[in-house]
């Protein structure tokens, strides 16, 4: 019976799915621009605005932070798979909830900076700072340096 209930409680936690809150941070002193597309058409709303919320300062990264950032970033829809925004310098930003360390319908992240232009593919996590939080949740973020 045992053994049972061990096999049955191991399925239980390799089979299950993860979610995870996705952040970026600008540790720099100067604001970058961040070009994000999706893998499907978008539609900027009012909505859209509120979604993407950050606070001026650089937080430290937990599962929960999403809900204490009060400011919205101003979103520009550039196209009907991809939007931009400006994250000020010293800044946390909230993207999205993920589900295995990947973003939901987000395929890359383009940072671009005072002297550099970097690429996030989002279907690799390598790039991610991944912490777990219990069995089923975990934060990624990414760092820009």
Known sequence: ???????????????????????????????????????????????????????????????????????????????????QFTLPAKSTAYLGVGQNTRLWGFNSITIQSLNSVDTMNCKNSEELIIKRHGLLSYTAHYDIK
């Open 1 to 83: 019976m045992k053994k049972i209930a061990a096999f049955c409680l191991t399925l239980l936690i390799v089979g299950c799915t993860t979610t995870g809150r996705h952040y970026l941070r600008n540790m720099t002193d100067n604001d970058a621009l961040i070009t994000i597309s999706f893998d499907n058409a978008i539609q900027i709303s009012d909505s859209t605005n509120s979604r993407y919320v950050y606070e001026p300062k650089l937080k430290t990264i937990k599962f929960a932070l999403y809900k204490r950032l009060k400011q919205n970033l101003k979103v520009i829809q550039l196209s009907n798979k991809q939007l």
